[in-house]
């Protein structure tokens, strides 16, 4: 789950992280109002999406002029925000966040994640911030620092340190730094986050270290231990489809293809969508609908795929395991005629009742095109996507 930079930086403050000066608004009166409190220009007037490269996208903008930040206010707010995280579509501008400006001496970044080849928590620094962290790993290696940290027993005080030291801080710079860094693990740990990043923290003409900017990312399956942190989230700035198929408890993701998958399990999920691009078409989506996937649940999965415009073709591909193929035939063939489908749809079932699923098909009375294997459905998505 992610949340807004205001969010983010509020729970910094609890950590004892240091944010520039600033407040919320909601419209470009109460963003007058705030910067007319901070008392200092320029000011900052952020647009708050959930996602990156904002400052690219002109959702970011410094204001001199008091009798201006209305006027930028209302520019932003209303708007869709299209950055390289968001795709084409953008995200909605409801929220801004009106800053101090600050005097910049240098620009770092810090980020903790989770490090899956070695089943622990990684901590990276850099002090090329301000910029993609990705580009820094690719192209400069050398400039990124990084901590693994054993699970066992957390992060260490003097790796805190040693890290501060290979940024090049000292004396009081470098326990203010450490200080940060185990502020941050706190914060990662103590609300089961699976990214925080700091990016740009920058230290400051008169000697302060201040997170510029925040971004926190949290442990779907671990939200339901912290009501605070699920009370954050804003289905606005999500894909429709995919909070539709929350309700639902389908594993959901929308992407920018035409054939859309029905799966049971994430692998075979992945190896399907591997083959239609190997055919030269596009995955409109990922969804598993689990092993535990009801006929309710199946329908509902059909209908979700049904209602992106993107989808030309269906293809659902299960192995009965835990979810039975009858299961999966009952609840497509009770969706299709409510749903008025008339896309083609390719079915493949193999498995746990495989031929009572294909017999609830063949006696539907409905047109579906059945496949006996993986490499049979990807010829048929192929010729049926030529046909048109």
Do not use: W
Request: with cysteine; proline share 3%.
């Amino acid at each position: 789950m992610k949340i807004y930079e205001y969010q983010a930086k509020e729970l910094f403050l609890k950590y004892g992280i240091a944010v520039p000066r600033g407040a919320l608004a909601r419209s470009s009166d109460e963003a007058r109002k705030v910067a007319d409190a901070i008392g200092v220009m320029p000011v900052a007037i952020k647009a708050q999406v959930h996602a990156g490269g904002r400052g690219k996208a002109g959702g970011i903008r410094l204001v001199d002029d008091l009798e201006k930040v209305a006027g930028v206010a209302a520019e932003l707010l209303g708007t869709r925000l299209v950055t390289f995280q968001t795709g084409a579509e953008g995200r909605p501008v409801h929220l801004l966040l009106v800053e101090e400006s600050l005097d910049i001496e240098h620009e770092f970044y810090v980020g903790l994640t989770v490090d899956r080849a070695h089943a622990c928590v990684a901590l990276l620094a850099s002090g090329e911030g301000g910029i993609e962290i990705e580009k820094v790993a690719r192209d400069s290696r050398e400039k990124l620092v990084k901590e693994t940290i054993d699970p066992g027993v957390g992060l260490r005080p003097f790796q805190a340190s040693r890290l501060s030291y290979a940024l090049g801080f000292d004396g009081k710079l470098s326990k203010s730094m450490s200080a940060i860094i185990m502020g941050l693990y706190r914060l990662f740990t103590e609300k089961d986050c699976s990214n925080v990043e700091v990016n740009p923290l920058v230290l400051t003409c008169d000697g302060r270290l201040i997170a510029l900017d925040a971004k926190i990312n949290f442990d779907d399956n671990a939200i339901f231990r912290h009501p605070d942190i699920a009370s954050l989230r804003d289905p606005s700035q999500e894909d429709p489809l995919e909070v539709e198929a929350q309700r639902y408890n389908l594993n959901y993701i929308k992407l920018q293809g035409n054939v859309g998958c029905m799966v049971n399990g994430a692998g075979l999920a992945m190896a399907t969508m591997d083959l239609i691009k190997l055919i030269g078409a596009e995955p409109a989506n990922f969804l598993d609908v689990g092993g535990g996937a009801t006929s309710e649940m199946v329908r509902q999965g059909l209908r979700i795929l049904l209602s992106d415009a993107d989808v030309k073709l269906v293809l659902i591909n299960i192995f009965g395991g835990i979810l039975r193929c009858d299961t999966l035939a009952k609840g497509v063939s009770e969706a299709a005629p409510e749903l008025n489908v008339k896309l083609p749809v390719v079915i493949r079932l193999e498995g746990t009742n495989a031929e009572a699923g294909r017999k609830i098909l063949a006696e539907s009375g409905l047109s579906f095109n059945s496949a006996g294997s993986m490499k049979e459905a990807a010829a048929l998505v192929s010729a049926l996507l030529k046909q048109g």
